[in-house]
């Protein structure tokens, strides 16, 4: 990335996620005389009560401020209220429900070398099952310049991580001071993905990005789960006699059983700065910072079996760079052996590129698929569509985002994204902005800033009946209608019996026994089903 630290020619300006599961309340005091007394009155029924039933414009808002040189965010699997952020110096901070709490997730600074632009704190990422293993990996220089992947376990404060449960996964030699990557994340497939640029110095001098036996210059896949797929196992490493490897190769990666690093799954890259997968369709975007003249966007789509080469020391995005060595044309050839960029600016535009994320969020409908970059330097940013063959869509978000005399984002070194699909925009100089609709898109009925859709879309709210409205906000449509034929009647109690005895509101095929809404199953809910059954009154005055 050129700034953080880089040598221009130019004057520089500058994962998997789970669903959120509800608390579900139990019900106590089971009672067997009430159960029974239910059942006498389904004796004597003779029928049920059937139940009761352009493109957006867009703009930022400031979420948080006051951070020291943020580089990136994100959250972990399942997590709706919290944003992790990582801090230059050595620093996770934590955003809970719109608010930058004091105490950091994790501050390893005595170990991180944040001494120049390219150094420092550089990548987070939580393992797809954090919520019970408690495990996250960063990416991070170490005191003599060199870079780290390590992970790291939570302590029984979710809001606090313990520094004393670092392990080193990967170590890397750098030669240089500059062009680090230190992006990673989880692939689709399970494995951690993670980026390195070429080390340096300009024009990578000595060759690594195209140095299949050198790990610079390269996106890497590792499984640190080993053999068993259980993280924090000692099939874990696959290299126990080495202490600066703890993770085992994927057996299907490009380079295994034939010349070149088992690690590597794709190569010929400059510094790769910031990438992301969809997290719809599982393909991975990767925002490349070019040289002289060109910034690009690479893709490798979800399933492939690896080994790309994009070009660099040859060729920056599409266009051959003349370098000694080099014999290429002067566009990115086809039948070369080469994967050419999806998309390319030249330094007219920008200087260099921060990669972002495709749009699958729900507030903003019609931008799904949309994938969002910017310019570090310059502070422009873009949008495009690719349906794996062609670009459409492009569009510069700039004035929209960043309006003159505004917000003033100066310096985004990084998206983000939260459990919900929507998009983030890091500021170096120590603000997050959210990327939101300029004219709210409801109805919100649980009043929690999110059109009630998206909080069906995520699965943070049930929507038993797929009418797009919350059930926590409305009396179930199937009170009592156990069995979802639309009636309530004797053919729906030995199940609102079962339901009952087992004292779970959010048990599956229980959801309709919770006559009042209160999420737990109790004494009321049973005389409410009586009524329901015999059609005495109506129980909707009793939902809260």
Same mark, same amino acid.
């Given at each position: 990335m050129k700034a953080p630290g880089e040598e221009v020619t130019h004057t520089s300006i500058r994962g998997f996620s789970m669903s959120k599961q509800k608390v579900i309340g139990r019900g106590e005091g089971r009672s067997l005389p009430a159960c029974a007394a239910l059942c006498a009155i389904a004796a004597v029924l003779v029928s049920g009560v059937r139940a009761e039933a352009g493109g957006t414009p867009l703009t930022t808002v400031r979420i948080a401020s006051g951070m020291s040189q943020p580089l990136y965010m994100t959250h972990a699997p399942g997590d709706f209220?919290?944003?992790?952020?990582?801090?230059?110096?050595?620093?996770?901070?934590?955003?809970?429900?719109?608010?930058?709490?004091?105490?950091?997730?994790?501050?390893?600074?005595?170990?991180?070398?944040?001494?120049?632009?390219?150094?420092?704190?550089?990548?987070?990422?939580?393992?797809?099952?954090?919520?019970?293993?408690?495990?996250?990996?960063?990416?991070?220089?170490?005191?003599?310049?060199?870079?780290?992947?390590?992970?790291?376990?939570?302590?029984?404060?979710?809001?606090?991580?313990?520094?004393?449960?670092?392990?080193?996964?990967?170590?890397?030699?750098?030669?240089?001071?500059?062009?680090?990557?230190?992006?990673?994340?989880?692939?689709?497939?399970?494995?951690?993905?993670?980026?390195?640029?070429?080390?340096?110095?300009? =024009?990578?001098?000595n060759n690594r990005a195209q140095n299949i036996n050198l790990l610079q210059g390269k996106l890497l896949r590792l499984d640190v789960d080993g053999p068993d797929n259980i993280m924090g196992s000692a099939d874990d490493d696959g290299f126990?006699?080495?202490? =600066?490897?703890?993770?085992?190769?994927?057996?299907?990666?490009?380079?295994?059983?034939?010349?070149?690093?088992?690690?590597?799954f794709a190569y010929g890259l400059r510094n790769p700065w910031r990438a992301s997968f969809d997290?719809?369709?599982?393909?991975?975007?990767?925002?490349?910072?070019?040289?002289?003249?060109?910034?690009?966007?690479?893709?490798?789509?979800?399933?492939?079996?690896?080994?790309?080469?994009?070009?660099?020391?040859?060729?920056?995005a599409n266009h051959c760079t003349g370098l000694t060595g080099c014999t290429c044309s002067l566009n990115c050839p086809s039948g070369s052996g080469l994967t050419c960029p999806i998309h390319e600016y030249s330094h007219s535009f920008g200087l260099s590129i921060t990669g972002g994320y495709v749009y699958r969020g729900c507030a903003i409908p019609d931008l799904k698929g949309t994938y969002f970059y910017a310019d570090y330097q310059t502070s422009?940013?873009?949008?495009?569509?690719?349906?794996?063959?062609?670009?459409?869509?492009?569009?510069?978000?700039?004035?929209?985002?960043?309006?003159?005399?505004?917000?003033?984002?100066?310096?985004?070194?990084?998206?983000?994204?939260?459990?919900?699909?929507?998009?983030?925009?890091?500021?170096?100089?120590?603000?997050?902005?959210?990327?939101?609709?300029?004219?709210?898109?409801?109805?919100?009925?649980?009043?929690?800033?999110?059109?009630?859709?998206?909080?069906?879309?995520?699965g943070y709210s049930a929507d038993v009946n797929g009418d797009e409205t919350p059930d926590e906000c409305?009396?179930?449509?199937?009170?009592?209608?156990?069995?979802?034929?639309?009636?309530?009647?004797?053919?729906?109690?030995?199940?609102?019996?079962?339901?009952?005895?087992?004292?779970?509101?959010?048990?599956p095929g229980c959801p309709c026994a919770d006559m009042n809404v209160d999420l737990a199953l109790t004494e009321p809910d049973i005389s409410a089903f009586v009524d329901k059954l015999l059609g005495i009154g109506d129980p909707s005055p009793i939902c809260p």
């Open positions: 209220s919290r944003l992790f952020v990582v801090e230059k110096a050595g620093r996770i901070r934590i955003i809970e429900n719109g608010v930058l709490l004091a105490t950091p997730f994790l501050d390893i600074d005595p170990i991180v070398n944040s001494t120049t632009l390219e150094f420092g704190l550089l990548g987070l990422c939580f393992h797809p099952d954090y919520q019970t293993n408690g495990y996250f990996f960063v990416n991070y220089i170490e005191l003599t310049g060199d870079s780290v992947i390590a992970r790291f376990r939570v302590t029984a404060d979710p809001n606090v991580a313990d520094p004393a449960s670092r392990e080193t996964v990967l170590y890397i030699d750098q030669p240089n001071s500059n062009h680090r990557g230190g992006w990673l994340d989880f692939g689709f497939d399970g494995y951690m993905y993670c980026t390195f640029g070429d080390g340096g110095p300009q =024009n990578d001098t126990p006699a080495d202490p =600066n490897k703890l993770y085992a190769i994927p057996p299907t990666n490009p380079f295994v059983g034939v010349a070149g690093e088992d690690e590597i997290r719809q369709l599982g393909h991975l975007y990767i925002g490349d910072v070019g040289q002289n003249a060109w910034e690009e966007v690479d893709y490798i789509p979800v399933g492939s079996a690896g080994g790309q080469n994009f070009g660099w020391r040859c060729m920056e422009r940013i873009w949008s495009f569509k690719y349906n794996g063959s062609v670009v459409s869509a492009f569009e510069e978000r700039t004035a929209e985002l960043d309006p003159a005399g505004a917000l003033q984002i100066n310096n985004p070194a990084s998206f983000g994204e939260d459990a919900y699909g929507e998009i983030y925009i890091v500021d170096l100089g120590g603000e997050l902005f959210k990327i939101v609709p300029l004219n709210f898109i409801g109805p919100d009925c649980n009043a929690n800033g999110l059109r009630d859709t998206c909080d069906i879309f995520s409305q009396c179930p449509w199937c009170q009592g209608d156990m069995n979802h034929d639309n009636l309530t009647d004797a053919r729906d109690i030995d199940a609102f019996i079962t339901c009952y005895l087992g004292g779970s509101a959010g048990a």
